[in-house]
Every structure is written in structure tokens, then in C-alpha cells.
């Protein structure tokens, strides 16, 4: 019933940029936290960004802070992560979630309740 779907990620060359959304339906965003996770094969689910129910607080892993900016539109059920400079390592499966627990960017995984399938964002070096 509660479905995210990622869009935006493609192929790109190093410095390039991607924009990717989230859009969500069967609840509304408001009072979620949103989160961006990705994945490589052979590693485990990495952080990436997260922001809170509001959008006052977010929080950013040292490896995209800086080049990486998370928002998103309550009133559309939408988040977004605007991806900047990007280098040939954040290529990965980009997720995002959601998290009912308190409302705040938690970098953990296990605090999110409902999660995409995934986007996929190469960088070409």
C-alpha cells in the first residue's frame, strides 16, 4: 500500500550532476523523516543523506557533504536529492526511505519503516 519510487538517476561523467525524487503515495510524507541510502554489490547499505519531517534539520554523510542537498515538498509527498560533483565511487543503487519514529534524520537504516527500489546513478570517470 505505501510505495516509494526513485527517479532521476542515469549515467553521468564525472562533475556532472543528477537530480534524483522520491515520490510517495498510500500515506502522506508529512511527519516522515526522509532518508537516501545506496548500495553496491558486495557492500552493505550506505548513508547518504537524510532530512527531517519539517526540512529544519538534515544530515549528510562526510563523503557527499558539500556536493550533495536533500529537500523535499510536503505538500507534493516528494523528496529530492540534488547530486553535484559527483566522482565515480557515489556510482551505487540510490534508495530513499522513510521513517515514523520520531521525525529527525537518523542515519540509520533500521530506523526507516518503508523503502523504494532503488534508482541507479553511474559516474563515468
Known amino acids: 500500500q505505501v510505495e516509494l519510487v526513485e527517479s532521476g538517476g542515469g549515467l553521468v561523467q564525472a562533475g556532472g550532476s543528477l537530480r534524483l525524487s522520491c515520490a510517495t503515495s498510500g500515506r502522506t510524507l508529512g511527519s516522515y523523516a526522509v532518508g537516501w541510502f545506496r548500495q553496491t554489490p558486495g557492500k552493505e547499505r550506505e548513508f547518504v543523506a537524510a532530512?527531517?519531517?519539517?526540512?529544519?534539520?538534515?544530515n549528510y554523510a562526510d563523503s557527499v557533504k558539500g556536493r550533495f542537498t536533500i529537500s523535499r515538498v510536503n505538500a507534493k509527498n516528494t523528496a529530492f536529492l540534488q547530486m553535484d560533483s559527483l566522482k565515480p565511487e557515489d556510482t551505487a543503487l540510490y534508495y530513499c526511505?522513510?521513517?515514523?519514529?520520531?521525525?529527525?534524520?537518523?542515519?540509520?537504516?533500521?530506523?526507516?519503516?518503508?523503502w523504494g527500489r532503488g534508482t541507479q546513478v553511474t559516474v563515468s570517470s
Open positions: 532530512i527531517s519531517w519539517d526540512a529544519s534539520a538534515k
Open positions: 526511505a522513510i521513517s515514523q519514529f520520531d521525525g529527525m534524520p537518523t542515519r540509520w537504516f533500521e530506523s526507516y519503516d518503508y
